[in-house]
């Protein structure tokens, strides 16, 4: 074992004896089953899709069943001194899996929590531990007929919990999965538990159905924070419509895609499709259906041909872009008119629609159905492949969507990645998430690709577009970029804002050091 793990993020070391006391503790109230320390551990609780596995390898695990197990954890903690690092499920690939920000931090497994409190079938919502995945959920639904329709994101092998508090983004109408959190059950850094919203009121009647309460509205102050655990979630989910219409479309090159956005947005904002669609870019697409080997098995970028001959074999565009409509038949073919209509007239098109009725399958009903299909993207280049993602937000706006995507796409190739990003088209804004994949195993691409995000996150900062989420590597350059008000000390008004509520909730500084650029007082210098 290390004597001390000390890497640049790590403003404070973690101290192996601290640790060692630590777990003996937490063994003490769960059962040594429950504490994952060995080498092995270590390495699967570590972001696995990074460069170096030690730049953010935890201590260990330590699993509680219980809330009350939690509770020992945490306090715990707070006597030792050491850092925890919270998932639910840690599969948050892209951005970091299972790891913590700091190299050292103990993981807390919540997986083991993993009851669905409620499902209330009128009502649209559904109550959940950290634990339940996707899966559970929909195996739940899919026993009860499907009388709620899940929004799941691209890769849905995660938690319905932690994807929402990450803000995660479906393709279905409830999308924004960030935003139909409704009432927490919150551990806060001190080992006491709060509940959110109307579930203030002890016997709450209305804790995950209304969000209006008495008071300030703190759900979101616990995502894509460092403030609490959660350990129970109120999340709205979707009525089964009576009937979806789905329709495609592909535009041909890849300087459509200013009009096609301008051609979305509205629709969007005057409630004619009900989701965010997203323009994606073909080599998106080619990358579910096999490791670009199957179409070129040379070095370097993708040529011009070999793309193009890729778009033709799978029948696809340089941007492509599905709309869904859910709801009676009679509403939703009245909406896709308008649609149809409108989109003739901008991008020359009319394909014909599919109608899915009650009734018949269900796997071609655009409900979310839990997949994992988006995990291929990782083999793209072969050897043990990796993805990044690089999310900013736009303006709903064609030209500075095209400008965008110009820029990161040079970006890409100057690091000799091919391009791959998909354009989420909002009502007022675009949720760009631009995959870069590489094989961890390519010595070129490990040297790049660090420098590509950072180069990335400030030419997106000078056009004023911030991140929505970011890799646990780059929590601080995304942080820094929040620079409005900054002080003499360089810190921005948002930065100091969240170091005072930090240092009040957690004065101990245990959890999830550096999460979201959040450092506690003890590691701020
Ligand atoms: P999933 O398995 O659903 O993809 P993770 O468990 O990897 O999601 O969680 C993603 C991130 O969200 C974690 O790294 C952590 O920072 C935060 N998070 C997850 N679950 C919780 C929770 N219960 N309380 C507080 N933060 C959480």
């Not at 030690?54 to 020992?72: D, F, I, K, Q």
């Not at 492509?320 to 209509?341: C, D, H, M, T």
Request: hydrophobic share 40%; with cysteine.
């Amino acid at each position: 074992m290390r004597s001390e793990i000390s890497v640049e993020h790590s403003r404070v070391n973690v101290n192996r004896h601290e640790v060692a006391a630590f777990l003996k503790t937490v063994a003490q109230v769960t059962g040594s089953d429950r504490v994952h320390a060995g080498e092995e551990d270590r390495q699967a609780y570590s972001d696995q899709m990074g460069f170096d596995l030690a730049r953010h390898e935890p201590s260990g695990a330590v699993a509680p069943r219980s809330v009350e197990e939690l509770r020992e954890v945490v306090l715990a903690a707070n006597v030792h001194k050491v850092p925890l690092w919270p998932i639910s499920r840690g599969k948050n690939f892209g951005y970091g899996g299972a790891a913590p920000v700091q190299a050292g931090a103990v993981v807390v497994d919540l997986s083991g929590l993993r009851r669905i409190h409620e499902i209330d079938e009128k009502r649209g919502v559904c109550v959940v531990e950290p634990g339940v995945g996707f899966y559970d959920l929909y195996d739940e639904l899919t026993r009860r007929g499907h009388p709620l329709w899940l929004s799941v994101p691209g890769n849905a092998w995660g938690s319905v919990a932690g994807n929402a508090l990450e803000r995660g983004k479906g393709p279905q109408p409830y999308g924004d999965h960030g935003a139909q959190i409704c009432g927490l059950e919150v551990m806060l850094p001190d080992g006491s538990l709060v509940r959110t919203g109307t579930g203030a009121m002890e016997g709450s009647a209305t804790w995950h159905l209304s969000r209006d309460t008495y008071g300030p509205a703190w759900d979101q102050m616990f995502c894509q924070s460092n403030f609490g655990i959660v350990t129970r979630l109120g999340l709205w989910l979707m009525p089964a419509p009576e009937a979806t219409l789905s329709v495609d479309y592909a535009l041909p090159d890849a300087s459509d895609l200013a009009r096609g956005v301008d051609a979305l947005y509205p629709l969007r904002q005057r409630g004619l499709i009900d989701h965010d669609p997203a323009w994606v870019s073909y080599v998106g697409i080619a990358s579910f259906v096999g490791p670009r080997a199957q179409w070129y098995e040379g070095e370097g970028l993708l040529p011009e041909d070999v793309g193009a001959s890729i778009r033709s074999q799978l029948g696809i565009g340089w941007w492509n872009s599905q709309l869904n409509f859910y709801g009676p038949e009679k509403v939703i073919r009245a909406k896709f008119e308008v649609v149809a209509e409108a989109l003739a007239a901008q991008l020359g098109q009319r394909p014909e629609p599919r109608l899915w009725r009650q009734g018949d399958d269900f796997g071609a009903s655009h409900a979310g159905i839990p997949s994992t299909r988006d995990m291929a993207m990782i083999d793209w280049y072969g050897g043990r492949g990796g993805h990044l993602g690089f999310s900013p937000i736009l303006p709903a706006d064609g030209a500075r969507a095209q400008a965008q995507f110009e820029s990161t796409r040079a970006r890409f190739e100057a690091a000799g990645i091919d391009y791959y990003g998909a354009f989420s088209v909002g009502a007022r804004a675009i949720i760009n998430i631009n995959e870069i994949l590489y094989d961890r195993d390519n010595a070129q691409m490990a040297r790049a690709v660090p420098q590509l995000m950072d180069t990335l996150i400030a030419d997106a900062a000078k056009e004023g577009y911030g991140e929505y989420r970011t890799h646990i590597d780059a929590m601080d350059t995304v942080a820094a970029t929040q620079n409005y008000g900054v002080d003499a000390s360089g810190v921005g008004a948002m930065g100091r804002l969240n170091g005072v509520l930090k240092d009040a909730l957690d004065p101990h500084g245990i959890l999830a050091p550096g999460k979201q650029g959040i450092w506690p007082a003890r590691y701020r210098s």
